[in-house]
C-alpha cells in the first residue's frame, strides 16, 4: 500500500529557529496538504498545495509559514521563526483528487517540540 | 465559520460492547469522511459517504450519513481491543463562495477506550 513519508519523526528545536519539515507523498496524488494536531486536539488544517501553488490556507499559515515542492517529489513545510505555540504533530496528507473523493492518506507525521 | 462537532468525546466500554459516536455538522456537507487514529499513530481514512441517507457497512463497523447531510454516525459493533483509538469525522470546508476544494474541517473526535 503506497504511503506517505514524513521526516523526521521528531524535531526539537529553539524558539526563533527556523525548521523545515519533509514530506515525500504517494506518487500519483495530486493534491497535498498540511495539518496540524496540537496534542489531544482535533487536527487543525494549515494549507493545500496543488500544480506547484497554494490553493488555500488556514488563518494558522502566516507570513512565518511556507510551503515548497523543490523537486517534484517532496513537499516541504518551513516554519520561519518558531515559537512556543507551533509544538504540535505537523500531518502532511495527499489525495487523488483535490474534490476528496478517495480521502485523505496522511503520512505518520513530524512531532515539533519548540524549547 | 463552519463547525463539525463530535459527541462523546470519550467513551469507555467493556469489550463486546458497542459503540456510537455522532457528528454533526453547522452547515450542509456534500460528503463525510471517518477517520481513525491509534494511540501515537496518525489519522487513517476509513470510508466517505456521499448520498443523503447512506448507509455502509465495513465489517463490524456501520456508518450512516443523514437525510440533510449534517450529520453522520458511526457504530461498531461487539467491540474489540483492536478498536481502541479517536475516531474523527470530518467535511469539506465551505466558504463564501462553495465548497473548498481539499481543505477537510474535523471534528474533536471521540475517544474509544476498550477494557479487555
Known amino acids: 500500500e503506497p504511503e506517505v513519508t514524513q521526516t523526521p519523526s521528531h524535531q526539537v528545536t529553539q524558539m526563533g529557529q527556523e525548521v523545515i519539515l519533509r514530506c515525500v507523498p504517494i506518487?500519483?496524488?495530486?493534491?497535498f496538504y498540511w495539518y496540524r494536531q496540537i496534542l489531544g486536539q482535533k487536527v487543525e488544517f494549515l494549507v493545500s498545495?496543488?500544480?506547484?501553488?497554494?490553493?488555500?490556507k488556514s488563518e494558522i499559515f502566516d507570513d512565518q509559514f511556507s510551503v515548497e515542492r523543490p523537486d517534484g517529489s517532496n513537499f516541504t513545510l518551513k516554519i520561519r521563526s518558531t515559537k512556543l505555540e507551533d509544538s504540535a504533530m505537523y500531518f502532511c496528507?495527499?489525495?487523488?483528487?483535490?474534490?476528496?473523493?478517495?480521502?485523505?492518506?496522511f503520512g505518520s507525521g513530524t512531532r515539533l517540540t519548540v524549547v | 465559520g463552519q463547525q463539525v462537532m463530535q459527541i462523546p468525546q470519550y467513551q469507555h466500554v467493556q469489550e463486546g460492547e458497542d459503540f456510537t459516536t455522532y457528528c454533526n455538522s453547522s452547515?450542509?456537507?456534500?460528503?463525510i469522511q471517518w477517520y481513525k487514529q491509534r494511540p501515537g499513530g496518525h489519522p487513517v481514512f476509513l470510508i466517505q459517504?456521499?448520498?443523503?441517507?447512506e448507509v455502509k457497512k465495513q465489517k463490524r463497523l456501520t456508518f450512516q450519513f443523514g437525510e440533510a447531510k449534517k450529520n453522520s454516525s458511526l457504530h461498531i459493533t461487539a467491540t474489540q481491543t483492536t478498536d481502541v483509538g479517536t475516531y474523527f469525522c470530518?467535511?469539506?470546508?465551505?466558504?463564501?463562495?462553495?465548497?473548498?476544494?481539499?481543505?477537510?474541517?474535523f471534528g474533536q473526535g471521540t475517544i474509544l477506550t476498550v477494557h479487555p
Open positions: 496528507a495527499s489525495s487523488r483528487l483535490g474534490t476528496v473523493n478517495y480521502g485523505y492518506t
Open positions: 506518487s500519483n496524488h495530486l493534491y
Open positions: 498545495f496543488y500544480n506547484n501553488e497554494i490553493s488555500e
Open positions: 452547515t450542509t456537507l456534500s460528503n
Open positions: 459517504l456521499v448520498k443523503s441517507g
Open positions: 470530518a467535511g469539506p470546508a465551505t466558504n463564501a463562495g462553495g465548497t473548498s476544494y481539499g481543505k477537510l474541517t
